[in-house]
């Protein structure tokens, strides 16, 4: 593969794939985007006029079983991730799959066991994006001992009060995103890259809207908590305390907290804050050029069908952490109960 064309087939061209994949595996030399499959033929056109996309699919089936194509880049919302990556690997063909990597922890599961069939194959999911400027500083931090033992962890995202009037979004939409709540699986992914993943968690979450009209004005149910908190326990050690909210307005930007027995690292507006003992605030950190992380996920997507990389940002073995405490969330919220992990599927 190294010296061949890499042909990919778009399903799905979201927000996401048109501001971001598509631009993006274009700008590479050697490859070419030669289909493109939307919800409807009339935005599936839109797309491949925008990015002058030479064909179009009637159907995500048909962009698989296009010869023309030896990779697949699916851009839909969840509903759609396990069946379309399933059918791209047991086609032969790449995967680079959208966020969140499924509806629940079972879909997961079942994606990674078709992935590790098929070994020559690239299978990634796109990765939490929030930290990646920062990600490498932070590990780096909490290995030299700058905080010394982690002992918690605090994050916090929200920072708008609720539309109790809006239409009902895909996010809040149980048949698009299954049990995916809100923001959460995507902190708990960037998390898991400073401090490892949590061996127990409870969690309470709350809906406050419980109808919200649909795209066709039809008054649907809405099943996905408005706001959450989910505690747990790290197998570092530490303990973890995750609330994400639409509730909770003017609380600022999003912020994750790492607290040890020497310092105390703050995230917040992509800038990393640090103190130890003795010091009377935190301080900005400096990000070293060589430490600091960006967006290269069609690159490094690229590459590593070429040989040249391994994937890290991010492998089908993290999405199953992250999908896996995602279903833990839901049970815990109705059982009332703590859930242990990793899950038994």
Known sequence: MAQDTIRVGIIGAGGNTRSRHIPGLQAIEGVEIVGVCNRSQESSQRVADEFGIPKTYGSWQDAIA???TNAIVIGTWPYMHCRAT???LEADKHVMCEARMAMNAKEAHIMRAVSRQKTHLIAQIVPSPMTLRVDNTIKRL???GYIGDVFAIEARAGGAFLDSEAPLQWRQDFDLSGLNIMSMGIWYEALIRWVGEATRIMAM???FVKMRPDADGVMRSVRIPEHIDVVGDLACGAQLHIQVSNVAGLVGAPEVYVFGSNGTLRFSGNRLYGGQKGDTELSEIDIPDAEAGAWRVEEEFVNAIRGEEVITHTDFETGVKYMEFTEAVTRSMQS??????????
Do not use: N, S
Request: overall charge negative; aromatic content about 0%; glycine content about 10%.
């Open 336 to 345: 009332g109960a703590a859930i242990t992990l990793p899950l038994h599927i």
């Open 86 to 88: 399933v059918a791209a």
């Open 66 to 68: 296009d010869p023309d």
């Open 142 to 144: 909490i290995a030299d």
């Open 205 to 207: 979450g709350k809906t």
